[in-house]
């Protein structure tokens, strides 16, 4: 099943069966594009790739996932969210139990990744104000298309905790939802806790007023495009950045002018043109280390075993708000929260 994908084609593919089912090549895996951009425990600059968990060049995505090749959804398909997931997920779920995990044992094994040296420079590198020239924003090792926008922020993708130290990043996908994203939003509330919500821009503009109160507890935006399509890096540039671009209006436009300060494909579809457009405005590239796999409803202690065990990958934990019930997601926050504080974490936004 390495054949699915493994850095073919795709970019930062990533994992799991919720967002990812597809691997990702170009270099940056999902768990880390390295880049010097995570300050956090697992960043660690030098190169493409090379992040902790970071598959470096080429090496395809820690989860080769079914992705574009097995879901067969590959150029010009423009597949539907919910049956993709569905397909994907029983796909990813071979794949995770075997080939999978050789590829994330070796990857994890590296000794070169493992240093967790973290560059000093890369902590929270602000939007940048170089516009014109293309040249890479500081930290940054992707290097610019110079025919394309240039990037206001680093256009690698994100793992790090903008705080650095013992933190995580909580990251919510898929809503906004008018039933469980205020249920999130109150468990995360009680917790004391701020999130990174990836909102689909359509969901963002059929309910303004959920998006409103995301931004008013302090949460941050993050676009997570129009239509949620996972093999959009197969699809034209034309039509990476209206997913992107149109999206992106739609949120700032529900959130009354608060802008998405991120950018997250649909399971990871990357790509290093896709990550540029992000980065033109202002949105930084977001992967994630941690799946909690919530989306496919496994039952909240297996949602929390999972979130506990996947830890050490690194500090940006992804769930849902959307996609249809996540009652199991809102009890598993409950208890995952109040655990994580226990075990001396603090809580971050990614590093932009
Ligand atoms: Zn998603």
């Known amino acids: 099943m390495a ?10 593919r990533t994992p799991g069966s919720s967002e990812g089912w597809n691997a990702n ?7 880390d594009n390295g880049g010097g951009d995570d300050p956090g425990w697992y960043g660690n600059g030098g190169g493409e790739g090379p992040g902790s968990y970071g598959n470096g060049n080429g090496g395809g995505g820690q989860w080769p996932g079914a992705g574009g090749g097995l879901l067969g959804g590959g150029p010009g398909r423009h597949v539907r969210r919910r049956r993709a997931r569905i397909a994907a997920a029983s796909v ?48 940054q090792t992707s290097v610019p298309d110079p025919k394309l926008p240039a990037p206001l922020v680093n256009m690698d993708i994100a793992h790090a905790a903008a705080t650095g130290g013992k933190a995580v990043n909580i990251t919510i996908d898929d809503g906004p939802d008018p039933v469980w994203t205020p249920k999130v939003l109150q468990v995360l509330k009680e917790n004391g806790v701020k999130a990174t919500f ?56 529900a959130s009354g002018g608060v802008k998405p300060m991120y950018y997250r494909a649909p399971g990871g579809a990357f790509t290093p043109y896709s990550r540029q457009i992000a980065a033109s405005q202002g949105m930084r590239p977001l992967g994630w280390n941690v799946d909690t796999k919530d989306f496919d409803r496994p039952g909240v202690p297996t949602i929390v075993k999972t979130l506990k065990s996947e830890l050490p990958n690194g500090p940006t934990v992804l769930f849902h708000d959307g996609g249809g019930n996540r009652g199991q997601t809102v009890a598993a926050l409950k208890e995952i929260l109040p655990w994580l504080r226990q075990q001396g974490y603090g809580f971050s936004f990614p590093v932009r």
């Open 3 to 12: 054949r699915v994908r493994g850095g073919l084609s795709g970019e930062d």
């Open 25 to 31: 090549g170009e270099g940056s895996g999902p768990y």
């Open 92 to 139: 990813a779920g071979l794949a995770a139990a075997g080939v999978l995990a050789g590829v994330w044992t070796a990857q994890a094994g590296e000794p070169s990744h493992r240093t967790g040296a973290a560059p000093a420079s890369s902590a929270a590198s602000g939007p940048s104000s170089s516009h014109g020239a293309a040249a890479p924003v500081p930290g």
């Open 198 to 253: 990836c909102m689909i821009g359509p969901q963002a503009a059929a309910h303004p007023e959920v998006v409103r109160q995301v931004v008013a507890d302090g949460n941050r935006l993050c676009d997570h495009t129009v239509s949620h399509n996972t093999s959009m890096d197969h699809m034209p540039d034309s039509y990476q950045s209206k997913e992107i671009l149109d999206a992106e209006q739609m949120i700032e436009k």
